[in-house]
């Protein structure tokens, strides 16, 4: 599923000046522990976590993760959007919770580990 039809199915706001409409996503990972989504994770994968610190952006370069949203109507913070932007990484944010963003994003086909 391309990022823009990800960003329309959760509302989401672009963060970054880096957004690629047209990145192509194949699954998802929805976690508050980096740990976590070092475990779970997939190359061309889309974080959703609720965590704001710059740990999500190194644990998204560490896994090949193309985008992350901010769920619960987190923003990034500064410097986590420039160091993002440096690592080719996209930020958005959604005021949906996790539970919801990620049964929207399940819904329309974008699975997570294991399938």
Do not use: W
Request: glycine share 6%.
């Amino acid at each position: 599923m391309k990022l823009s039809e990800i960003a329309q199915l959760v509302k989401a706001e672009i963060c970054t000046k880096n957004y690629d409409p047209d990145i192509e996503i194949f699954s998802a990972c929805s976690a508050d522990l980096m740990s976590d989504v070092m475990a779970f994770s997939k190359s061309n994968a889309l974080l959703l976590t609720g965590l704001i610190n710059p740990q999500v952006i190194r644990t998204a370069e560490m896994m090949d993760i193309k985008a992350v949203i901010f769920v619960r109507g987190k923003k990034p913070l500064e410097s986590m959007i420039e160091m993002a932007e440096e690592k080719g990484i996209v930020l958005l944010a959604t005021d949906y919770p996790l539970f919801v963003a990620s049964g929207k994003l399940y819904k329309n086909g974008i699975g997570g580990h294991g399938e």
